[in-house]
């Protein structure tokens, strides 16, 4: 007989849960997982004694990890996709009649705590990842990507001087008809500084742009898609946005410019867990980021008992100096020199002990002082031989041109550092390196962004777009560990792991053991 369904909606019902979520359910598992019982305390001292009560800390973090694991920005869609799922509503500790918090409160609550009690939960996760064994330590690997910032070309404006504001429009808006006049969306609210609305480029800078802007603006406004927002020439020297001054106008060969942040991640190489992640302003280099984010990742493996030994990055964190800092810890870095790096002229010999050039005549050219290169700001040697040494060179006009009368050139003061750096990145171990690099961090960077919700930062401020980074990071954190706990769960592997988990027993002899366990031979017994 044919069945026919008719749904009435009862008055009274009899319902649990916990009953209708499978065991093996993701967020059921979740929710027994990770314990973050520790904000209570350190969120206190940003409420009050009194009035009504706020969100549980503990649902807003569940919440925002909800929304990255779910790929979901904004906090709107997310209360609505968040109250039709009941393996979500167990796990933020939610029946089905109750209702979810306002999707306001997830905004403000995410700007009243600071971030470094988002970082307190990556450091939290990350430790549990450390405590199965995931991390290794010995091996990290640094790269970078732009992320999205909230902010729209189209309400660009341009940075004035501070005196002769009329007399200075004048002349800068020549680009292209969109900057004779008013930007095409006008921002609700100038949240920019007056240090941000003001031009600190120098002269010659600003010649340069000028002279490059009226280049661009004889073709440019007939061209196909000038009207299009990422169509013109714009410089961070010469615009900012005023819906959210930290964003910095950024540009990849072959795109068009955005306004962008610079997401810095850290992976390690054993089970590709994030390390490290922070938010660093769209126009800066990789290189001038690298001191910085070694000492956090430095400081973060000897909280866990874990050694670091190699950094490994690419050419964009290349620069003498962050090699003789690398070197001074005690780092061995498989960073590859820029094309540009010439330990000398072409043609001379350089001899280290002595600190000299002998050129293709055989004559010496020595080293003469240490300088400080303004244009970079970077430290250099200079060499130089005399004029007499120069007169009567059979190569004299090919060497030296027409107007010089004596042989001199420059090298970088970290050439040492750079040769022993080229030597191990052409090694072996540093082909070996670069193929670890690009199968570790850089699939975890496209996993964050499009998976993870780290497209574009739905927020305002570089400081609220390092929050979101460390949530992304966080949640794919936690989605690692619960992978490898359940392979590791199926496999027996975790019986080991749980006999010695004793509170006297040290991370490095259960990392030890559970790496016996899974060799070959041991297998084989």
Not at 18 to 42: A, G, H, W
Not at 215 to 242: E, F, I, L, M, V
Request: charged residues 25%; positive net charge; aromatic residues 10%.
């Amino acid at each position: 007989m044919q069945g026919k369904k008719t749904y009435q909606e009862k008055l009274f019902n009899q319902f649990r849960l916990s009953d209708r979520v499978p065991e093996d359910n993701f967020y059921r598992r979740l929710q027994t997982t990770i314990d973050l019982s520790f904000l209570y305390k350190t969120t206190q001292n940003f409420y009050g004694s009194s009035g009504q009560k706020s969100i549980d800390p503990i649902v807003f973090f569940k919440l925002c990890l909800v929304g990255y694991l779910e790929n979901i920005t904004s906090d709107r869609k997310l209360i609505s996709h968040c109250s039709m799922r009941l393996d979500i509503l167990y796990f933020l500790g939610y029946d089905i009649d109750e209702e979810l918090p306002w999707h306001s409160t997830i905004s403000r609550t995410r700007q009243l705590f600071p971030e470094e009690i988002f970082e307190s939960v990556f450091t939290k996760i990350f430790e549990l990842c450390v405590s199965v064994g995931m991390v290794a330590g010995h091996t990290q690997t640094i790269d970078s990507a732009p992320v999205k910032a909230n902010a729209s070309m189209d309400t660009l404006e341009l940075k004035v001087p501070e005196e002769d504001l009329e007399h200075h429009l004048g002349q800068i808006r020549n680009i292209s008809n969109r900057d004779k006049h008013k930007p095409l969306r006008q921002s609700k609210e100038n949240r920019a500084a007056k240090e941000q609305q003001t031009l600190s480029a120098s002269k010659k800078e600003l010649q340069a742009i000028k002279s490059r802007n009226t280049k661009w603006a004889k073709d440019q406004d007939a061209r196909p898609g000038a009207g299009s927002k990422g169509s013109r020439y714009t410089s961070n020297k010469t615009h900012y946005s005023p819906t959210d001054p930290d964003a910095r106008i950024s540009v990849k060969p072959g795109k068009a410019r955005k306004l962008n942040y610079l997401s810095q991640l850290t992976v390690d190489t054993a089970n590709h867990v994030i390390s490290d992640i922070k938010a660093y302003h769209g126009d800066g280099k990789d290189s001038q980021h690298l001191p910085d984010i070694v000492r956090r990742v430095k400081q973060r493996l000897w909280k866990s008992e874990l050694v670091w030994e190699n950094c490994v990055a690419d050419t964009g964190y290349s620069s003498g100096e962050n090699y003789a800092f690398l070197e001074a810890i005690g780092l061995k870095s498989f960073i590859p020199a820029h094309g540009t790096y010439k330990g000398g002229p072409d043609g001379f010999t350089y001899y280290e002990k002595q600190d000299y050039y002998i050129c293709a005549q055989g004559k010496i050219i020595p080293f003469k002082k240490v300088f400080i290169e303004k244009k970079n700001q970077t430290k250099k040697k200079e060499y130089r031989g005399s004029k007499q040494l120069c007169i009567d060179c059979p190569i004299r006009t090919s060497c030296l041109g027409k107007s010089a009368q004596e042989k001199k050139f420059t090298v970088t003061y970290y050439r040492p550092e750079y040769e022993r750096n080229i030597a191990r990145a052409e090694s072996n171990q540093g082909r070996y390196m670069k193929g670890k690099r690009q199968s570790t961090v850089e699939p975890v960077f496209g996993t964050l962004t499009q998976f993870m919700g780290l497209r574009k930062v739905n927020t305002i401020g570089i400081k609220q777009a390092n929050k979101c980074m460390q949530l992304s990071a966080i949640a794919y954190n936690l989605k690692k560990y619960m992978k490898f706990i359940e392979k590791r769960t199926k496999s027996g592997a975790g019986v080991l792991a749980l006999y010695f988990s004793s509170k006297t027993t040290s991370y490095k002899v259960i990392n030890a053991l559970l790496r016996l366990f899974k060799t070959p031979e041991f297998l084989s017994v």
